[in-house]
Every structure is written in C-alpha cells, then in structure tokens.
C-alpha cells in the first residue's frame, strides 16, 4: 500500500504543476487553475453531501454546489475583469471581499432556503448545519486555497501555491511512512486509529523537508530577482503546514467517524475520495496565506 500511494502521489503531482505550468503561460485570470475548481467543486460538494446523508442530515447537493461555484467566482472576478482593478483598487484585495460577501450571501441563502422549506421541529437545523458545512468546507476553503495563485504577486503565485501543495502532500507521504515503518503509540485512537505520534513527527518532518526543497531551488523559475529564503524560514512555513497539515486530515476523520464511513468516497484505492486527498491542502490553505504575508519567504535581489 505504501508503494501505491507513493506511486498515485508521484503521477498526480506532476501533472498538477503541468496544468499549473500552462495556467502561468495563460496570464494573471489563471483561467486553467479556475476549471480545476470547478471541476473539484463538481466532485467535493457532490462527496460531502453525500457523506453527510444520514440520520436527519439530508443536504442538497445542488443549492451546496451552486453556491460553492458562486464563492470560488466572485473571488475571481477581479482577475477576470479588468476594469475592477484601476484606481486605487488592489485585486487581491478586492477578490478577498467579494469571496468574503458572496460567502455571508450564502449563509443568508441557506437560511432562507430552510426558513421557506420549514414544517416541523427535528430536521430543518440538521440539513441547514449540513447544507453550511459543505459550502464552508468546499466552497469557501477551496476559494481561500485558491488565492495563494496571487498572493506573491499576479505573475509569480505558483510558487505560494506549490509550496503548500509540497509541503502537505509531503506530510502526508511522511506522516503513513513514518507512522507504518515505526508508529505505535496512537495520536487520537478513537477519532483515527491509524495515525501514531510517529506519524505526526514524520508529517513535521516530511512537510518541511519538501518546503525546504521547494523554496531554496525554485524562487528564481518564477521570478529572476527572487532568490531563496534563509533556510530556517522555509522549515519552519514547512512545520507548521505539516501540523496545520495533520490537524486537516484529523478533522476530515471527524466528519466521517461521526457518519460511520472510513472513506469519504471511492475514487482511488489506497486513498478514498477526493476530499481525502485534499484535506490537507484545504485546511492548511489560510494558513499558508497568512504565513507568505508574515514571512520573508522569497528574498529580492538587490
């Protein structure tokens, strides 16, 4: 099984950054990055609602996915439209509020949408709880991930977003390594029996090694006067991924423990579903962002 998931990792990996290599030839609207969210909005949303279809949970997988794709749009949209980025308006800026707006627009919406649907007590605060986790978890956090493409500029956001990607696909590969060649004690046995304090450190271990690779060899591919950071920098925007990393995959058992399933689909043996794949990234996602705005991650050239 470890060879399978080092095998799926190594073929997935690489032709994520080709599409991320031709939506930088593509310019600033990232317009291929923008179908790949549609395109895992589609699935996710489909995924929770379907895992979150139980007892008196019951979703619906249309209004959770067109809300989704509204949030990841509006954040879009000044990237998109140009005439929204003259004067004094910065897009990223501006793309933060309008994902921040189309969101609490969401909320009122489900609200209302359960408000009008309304016939007894005992079901409609279960399908609204439901209905907000999925827009909150696909919708919105898929957005959040989604604006590391600029946060180090229009031109230069690959190198943000592949260093989250790495550094928690990383963890991941470090974290099942560790954890099946020398884990014993367990992390949290009722909530994932599989995951040991050996796998938490090999997670540590493996995000910052692959942050540390990362950002001391690329920063230069993506812009000719940026230079890599100070190491300690690039380990350390790698550990906390790594634990930002391993409490995501936590969190993703907890919704499944809670509705009795072990996978949130079946699309890759070894894996599970797409959001099992992508519960790292997704809950590292603000992090990251916050970390590229608090740390020197790339240095200029003088």
């Known amino acids: 099984m470890l060879g399978w998931r080092l095998l799926v990792s190594a ?3 690489p032709l994520l950054f080709g599409l991320f ?5 593509a310019g ?6 923008l179908g790949l ?19 008196n949970l019951k979703p619906g997988y249309p209004l959770v996915c067109l809300l989704s794709l509204l949030i990841c749009n509006a954040a879009w949209l000044p990237w998109l439209v140009p005439s929204l980025q003259t004067g004094a308006n910065d897009p990223q800026t501006l ?8 969101y ?11 408000a009008i649907r309304f016939q007894e007590p005992g079901q409609t605060m279960e399908i609204l709880g439901a209905e907000l986790l999925g827009v909150s978890y696909v919708g919105f956090l898929l957005a959040m991930l989604a604006e590391l493409r600029w946060v180090a500029g229009p031109q230069t956001g690959y190198l943000a977003l592949g260093a989250l990607i790495i550094s928690a696909k990383l963890g991941d590969v470090g974290g099942y390594t560790f954890g099946r060649l020398w884990g014993k004690k367990k992390l949290v046995p009722r909530l994932s029996p599989g995951k040991t304090w050996m796998g938490g450190f090999g997670a540590i ?13 690329t920063p230069p591919l993506f812009n000719d006067s940026w230079s ?5 920098w690039s380990i350390l925007f790698g550990a906390i991924i790594g634990v930002v990393g391993l409490v995501g995959d936590l969190c993703e058992s907890l919704i499944k423990r809670d509705v009795g399933k072990k996978d949130s689909a079946e699309l890759l043996p070894g894996f599970g579903g797409l959001l099992d794949l992508l519960d790292s990234p997704l809950y590292a996602g603000p992090v990251a962002f916050l970390l590229w705005k608090l740390l020197p991650l790339v240095t200029v050239a003088s």
């Open 28 to 33: 600033s609207s990232a317009p291929w990055l």
């Open 95 to 102: 793309s933060l509020a309008l994902l921040s707006v189309t």
């Open 228 to 232: 890599a950071p100070a190491w300690y």
């Open 37 to 55: 969210c549609w395109l895992l909005i589609l699935r996710g949303t489909w995924e929770i609602t379907q895992l979150l279809t139980v007892r």
């Open 104 to 114: 609490a627009i969401s909320v009122l919406l489900l609200f209302l949408k359960n």
């Open 205 to 217: 271990f493996g995000a910052s090694l692959g942050a540390w690779l990362w950002l001391q060899f």
């Open 11 to 13: 073929t997935l990996i």
């Open 21 to 25: 290599y031709l939506d930088q030839r």
